[in-house]
Every structure is written in structure tokens, then in C-alpha cells.
């Protein structure tokens, strides 16, 4: 399905070693791109598209050090960064976080047949962070269009004091410093960011905000507020 060795040279030369999971990963994007046909998990299937876009940005999140523990991935959708990062480092213990059933179906299926060991949460993070799941994750992240002040009360709650909330972004400098108040308020502190280029030239920004207390009881809001009235 990919080309393994265009996908290894540009691994390579942002600094990645895929030797190790490239039966995986060129595997999991057959079953993409077959079970895409039915149900609607990704507008990218071409073979170059799928590595870049979303196999090497979820590799680079994978590779950070601060990639460790528990890793909860909010709205994971067809799996991206977190079955990757799993395939990646298989210590992981990860959790997809995902409210659409249809998605929810794929991910078990596909974590199944990759033989991968992960907890399905069929809900919306600013729901989860409510339950069970709060606070409770060493790192939570999030890939997106959402802007950095909603993403971070959808997952900043989730994260486990002195863990690590970490956005995966475009570029990013304008928004992460609008969102300054609002990781205060939920308790976490903006650490720095980090920016590569894909090799299709794409620009990446993560950015990482580090839990240094407690989410305040009325965080997260429901979902409707944090869409019409972010945190500021």
C-alpha cells in the first residue's frame, strides 16, 4: 500500500527510525483505505498523503520524550496520533477517545487485527473529563482544526497533575498566546512549542502545556459553551 522506501527516506530525514513498525503501519493503511469505502474515517488515501500527513506527523508527536505513560487521544477519529504512536512505542498506555460509534467500530477492529492493546472510549472529552477519566492521563493530546483555547478545556482536565497536554497544530504563535488565559484557568502552564516541516512541506507546530494544577470543578464546561464562548 505505501511505498516503503520513499516512506523510510522521509522518515529518516525528520529524524525517525520506522524499521520497527513499517509492516504495521503499511498494514493499518490497507485497512484504511479499504474500510474508508464504507464508513467515513479520512479524505486523505493516497499512499504519499497517508505517510506524511498521517503517519509521519503522528510519528513526530510519538517521538517527543514527554510521549510516555498513560496517552489519552482525544477525538482520535481513524486513529491518528494514537495507534501510531502505539506502533511506535508499544509501551504506551493508550486510550482512543472518539464519540462516533462508526469510528469507535473501526478502531477496535483495526487495533484487533494490528494486535494492539488499547481502552476505547466511545465519548466527548469535555463528557469523559466528568467520569472516570479525569485526570487521570499522563499526556492527552489533540489533532485539529479546533482552536488551542477550546482544545486545551477539552484535555487539560483529563491530565494528571505534573502530565503534559500536547497540541498538534499547523502554525500555531498567534492562537497558543490568545490561549494563554484559558490553559491558566484549567490549570495548566505553556511550556514551548516545537515546529518541523512534513516532506510535502507542510508546517507542524507541537505544543506543549504542562499540568501544574488542579482543573478547577467547573471545568470543562458542556460543549455548546466551549464552542460559543471560549475560555479567554
Known amino acids: 500500500m505505501i511505498d516503503r522506501i520513499r516512506f523510510t527516506e522521509n522518515a529518516a530525514a525528520c529524524g525517525l527510525d520506522v524499521s520497527g513498525c513499517i509492516d504495521a503501519l503499511d498494514a493499518y493503511a490497507q ?3 479499504e474500510y474508508n469505502e464504507k464508513v467515513n474515517l479520512t479524505a486523505i488515501t493516497d499512499p504519499e498523503g497517508i505517510e506524511n500527513k498521517h503517519f509521519i506527523d503522528s510519528l513526530l508527536f510519538a ?12 477525538g482520535t477519529g481513524a486513529g491518528f496520533p494514537g495507534i501510531v504512536a502505539k506502533l511506535y512505542k508499544p509501551q504506551l498506555e ?4 472518539e464519540p462516533t460509534g ?9 487495533c484487533g487485527e494490528l494486535g494492539i492493546t488499547a481502552e476505547f472510549a466511545k465519548e466527548r472529552a469535555e463528557e469523559a473529563a466528568r467520569k472516570g477519566w479525569r485526570e487521570s492521563f499522563d499526556v492527552a493530546t489533540a489533532r485539529g482544526v479546533t482552536a ?9 482536565p483529563l491530565v494528571k497533575v505534573g502530565g503534559r ?17 484559558a490553559i491558566k484557568k484549567l490549570g495548566g502552564r505553556l511550556v514551548e512549542t516545537r515546529s518541523f516541516t512534513l516532506p510535502d512541506s507542510s508546517a507542524r507546530t507541537l505544543i506543549f502545556v504542562e499540568k501544574i494544577s488542579q482543573t478547577p470543578p467547573l471545568y470543562p464546561r458542556n460543549g455548546g459553551k466551549i464552542a460559543k464562548s471560549p475560555l479567554k
Do not use: H
Open 94 to 97: 493508550l486510550t482512543l477517545m
Open 31 to 33: 485497512m484504511l483505505v
Open 148 to 156: 488551542m483555547n477550546k482544545l486545551s478545556e477539552y484535555c487539560l
Open 165 to 181: 497536554f500536547i497540541a498538534m497544530k499547523a502554525e500555531a504563535a498567534e492562537e497558543t498566546a490568545e490561549a494563554a488565559g
Open 63 to 74: 517521538a517527543q520524550p514527554e510521549v510516555f505513560g498513560k496517552l489519552v487521544d482525544v
Open 102 to 110: 462508526k469510528r469507535v467500530d473501526f478502531l477496535r477492529w483495526v
